[in-house]
Structures are given as structure tokens and as C-alpha cells.
């Protein structure tokens, strides 16, 4: 008899293992193609950079270019100074709002589109998570100098007037980008809570306690490892606000007596936290509680 539960003990530690190593490789790969990704929105926003340092380059020259035909007119030296000035504020103006309207149609598959409007341009960045659309924000700025935000819908804790203090006046394009990059890591990270909450909830020992911003979360859980029912405690921090993935995740075991397995294991719960979605990770869990069922 002790040798049947010895085996079997060591089948279900065995199959663990499988899932776990399993699981190991599922969050690398996912974690190399979140990796592929953020090369991919650094590269679009290195493009824009450059697209928009050639636009500049080419007002400046055609500046020049009017300064140029201006002085070799009869003018006052008094009204010179004040009609170049309008004319480079025109012409920047215009350069603007030029600017404005290919950023509509670069953008308009990419989860942001806009119209245009009599003062600027109203613009509507909607966010994803894993091909599930979730909340869309609307951004209506006044293209004049220096360009404003005059409505919004983007919620408190996003840091808006910090990302647009960095790159309205600059560059528009980085400054949509990084803004989506934030919302939608947002929507990601909210999604995840939510999922788990909703139906990932027997695991959970009391309700998950979160934030606004959704970049910490608390919760008890259990799962069973070794034939027992083991109760854990988990922080997840998510020190990067343009990411859906935790930096730092700290699993504890509430239990008195932990084993050198149980150890290795809350390792591997911090590792799979850390490189998989929330409620993905859970649901490996759940899995490997189905397969302990089906063995016992």
C-alpha cells in the first residue's frame, strides 16, 4: 500500500513537473514576443521621428527660402521683422496641420484614428488586449502655437500632462504613441484582473485588492501541490506602466512547515507570473488540479 501511494506521489510530482516545464517554455515564448513587439513600436516610433525631422528640415527651408525672396524686395526695416514673423508663423501652421492629416491615415489601422475639426483635430485611441477590444479615449487638441489639449477622456492616473509635456510641442506622433502605449498596457493589466477575478475566483481566498492604475495587485490563493492544499500570497508590481506584465512578482507561502518543493514552486509561480498573463497563469493551474483528479 505505501509503495501504491509512494507511486502515485511520485506520478502526480512527476506530471507537476511536466506542466511546470511546460509552462516555463510557454512564458519565454510569450515573453520573446512581447519583446518583438516593443522592438516594433520602437522602430514605428523611430520612423515617425525621423519622417517628422525631415518635415521640420523642409519648413525651415522653405523659410528660408521666403526670407530670402523678402530681402531682395524694397522693404521697411520696421515692418520686415513682423511680416517674417507672420509669414513663418503661417507657414508652420500650415506645415502643422498637413502633418495632422497623414498622421490620420498612417494610424487610422493601428487602433487610432480622428477627424478633423474647425480649431485642430479630435482623435480616438482605442485599446486591446490579445485581440479583445476593450475601452476606446478620445483626445481633442487645438492645433495652434503651442498646440493644447482642450478635451479628454483619458482617466487621472495616466500620466497625460507628463507624456505631454515631453512630446506635444515636438512631436505629435511620439506623443500618440506613447499615450496608446500607456493606455492600453492599462487595459491589459485591468483585463487580466478582471478575468481572474470572474472566473479564476475558487482559487482566490478573499477578494483581489488592486488600484487604480492596476500596477499593484494583492490576492491569496491555493493550490495544491504534494497531494495538500497549500494557501499562497501574492504581489505583483508593475513598475513598467507601458507593459501588461508584472516587473516584480513576490509569492509567499502562508503554511508553517515549507518543504524544499514547496520553495522551488513559489519560485516557479513568481517566474510564471512575471512572463504570463494573469489569468493564463491560473489556468495553468487549473489544468494541473484537473489532471491531480483524474489521477487520483
Sequence with gaps: MEEATAYLRDGVLSHLEKLEAHARKLALKQDETQRQQENLVR?????????????????????????????????????????????????????KVENVKAMLQAFHLTGLS????????CFCISTAYEGTYLDSYYLDLLIQQPVQIRHHSVPIF??????????LQTNIKCFLAMLSDHLNAYAGRKYQADQL???????LEGTLQRNSLH????????VETESKTFPF????????LTRSLPTEATITCKAGDVSDTLVEKTAAHSNLFRHTALHKAFDSFKRAAESLDQTA
Design 43 to 95: 522602430l514605428r516610433a523611430r520612423i515617425q521621428e525621423l519622417r517628422l525631422q525631415r518635415d521640420e528640415l523642409q519648413t525651415k527651408v522653405n523659410l528660408q527660402q521666403v526670407r530670402l525672396i523678402r530681402q531682395e524686395g524694397p522693404t521697411s526695416s520696421n515692418v520686415e521683422p513682423v511680416q517674417a514673423a507672420e509669414t513663418r508663423g503661417q507657414a508652420l501652421l500650415k506645415w
Design 158 to 167: 495616466i500620466p497625460l500632462e507628463q507624456i505631454a509635456k515631453k512630446y
Design 215 to 222: 500596477n499593484v495587485l494583492f490576492f491569496n490563493y491555493d
Design 197 to 203: 477575478q470572474d472566473h479564476y475566483s475558487a482559487f
Design 233 to 240: 500570497r501574492a504581489k505583483l508590481v508593475y513598475g513598467d
Design 114 to 121: 480622428g477627424k478633423l475639426t474647425k480649431q485642430g483635430v
